[in-house]
């Protein structure tokens, strides 16, 4: 298993801006794995999502997910390894408040351009997630657990082999944050999903089979 295809593999990924941010980090993690990344503000935890995302460019280093080196896509492999390979769900759910609930969630689908198969999928995403009876609603009459779990079932839609969390519950008090934690924790395990979160609460990282602290560059396993 520990050379299973679908697992996600660090090498050696380094990033710096004006100093260095990322010094030769290195880990690996098989499917349905949960790791968690806390460490202080400023210290990485965004920028390695973004690196593992591709959102942004590493200086030095390889980062491989299902055996294939995502460091060195393009154009359109990049375009769709971000989005039929990952899932990111950030601090804020970034939903457009003119479109409801089901319809943030169908947003993802529009690049394949699947129509009703997505639909469904969405739609039992949105049941599964305990929104059955939110479906036409619109983000202004969601509270802020229930906006993050639509944010959930969009960045599910596509069946990720990565789900990418950054801070996904530092606008959400306690009873929801947990609840936000156990749905990644239930997810991972249901449908074998490497899942990452990036976070500050020590609490709802212990939740995670594995946890790391990111300071100086550096990774160290807590």
């Given at each position: 298993?520990?050379?299973?295809?679908?697992?996600?593999?660090?090498?050696?990924?380094?990033?710096?801006?004006?100093?260095?941010?990322?010094?030769?980090?290195?880990?690996?993690a098989l499917p349905g794995e949960?790791?968690?990344?806390?460490?202080?503000?400023?210290?990485?935890?965004?920028?390695?999502?973004?690196?593992?995302?591709?959102?942004?460019?590493?200086?030095?280093g390889e980062i491989y997910l299902g055996g294939v080196n995502i460091t060195g896509l393009q154009k359109e492999e990049l375009y769709n390894?971000?989005?039929?390979?990952?899932?990111?769900?950030?601090?804020?759910?970034?939903?457009?408040?003119q479109c409801t609930a089901l319809e943030n969630v169908l947003l993802a689908a529009l690049p394949a351009g699947e129509g009703g198969p997505a639909e469904k999928k969405a739609v039992q995403l949105?049941?599964?997630l305990g929104l059955s009876s939110k479906?036409?609603?619109?983000?202004?009459?969601?509270?802020?657990?229930?906006?993050?779990?639509?944010?959930?079932?969009?960045?599910?839609?596509?069946?990720?082999?990565?789900?990418?969390?950054?801070?996904?519950?530092?606008?959400?008090?306690?009873?929801?944050?947990?609840l936000v934690v156990d749905i990644f924790l239930e997810i991972a395990q249901a449908e074998k999903v490497i899942v990452l979160m990036a976070t500050h609460n020590l609490e709802l990282a212990a939740k995670f089979k594995t946890v790391f602290r990111l300071a100086d560059g550096m990774l160290e396993k807590v």
């Open positions: 298993m520990l050379n299973s295809p679908e697992r996600l593999e660090v090498k050696n990924l380094s990033k710096a801006y004006q100093l260095p941010v990322l010094k030769n980090l290195e880990f690996a949960t790791i968690a990344i806390t460490g202080p503000s400023g210290s990485g935890k965004s920028t390695l999502l973004n690196l593992l995302g591709r959102l942004e460019y590493a200086d030095s390894y971000r989005n039929k390979m990952v899932g990111f769900v950030f601090q804020e759910h970034f939903l457009l408040p949105l049941n599964k479906l036409d609603s619109f983000p202004a009459k969601l509270s802020g657990g229930e906006r993050q779990r639509v944010a959930i079932a969009r960045a599910l839609l596509n069946s990720p082999k990565l789900l990418l969390c950054d801070e996904p519950t530092g606008n959400l008090d306690a009873a929801n944050g947990k």
